[in-house]
Nanobody, 119 residues
């Protein structure tokens, strides 16, 4: 059993900032990657950012220079600092942990947190 709990979403004006957090609990051997995805109304879920346990990061072109992903492996937590938010960033944001459990690699997802950016 692995559970991911997200927090930090909300309503902000364009140009504002939000910080999302996601913490995993349960039994697993190792974190392979942590990441954030988002899904806007009528759109498919898309990758926002990922970070490996070694600290390597990857960002969608649309958020480069504005968002920063970070992680705390000891606390099984991933963060997404979002600055200079735009209305196009409005979406439900989901955290993702790719984990090793019982010698197998599996993906786990948070419940989603709403981010709304007003003009």
């Amino acid at each position: 059993q692995v559970q991911l709990v997200e927090s930090g979403g909300g309503l902000v004006q364009a140009g504002g900032s939000l910080r999302l957090s996601c913490t995993a609990s349960g039994s697993f051997f190792r974190i392979i990657t942590m990441g954030w995805f988002r899904q806007a109304p009528g759109k498919q879920r898309e990758l926002v950012a990922t970070i490996t346990s070694g600290g390597s990061t990857n960002y969608a072109d649309s958020v480069k220079g504005r968002f920063t992903i970070s992680g705390d492996n000891a606390e099984n937590t991933v963060y997404l600092q979002m600055n200079s938010l735009k209305p196009d960033d409005t979406a439900v944001y989901y955290c993702n942990f790719r984990l090793l459990k019982r010698a197998s690699m599996n993906d786990y997802w948070g419940q989603g947190t709403q981010v709304t950016v007003s003009s």
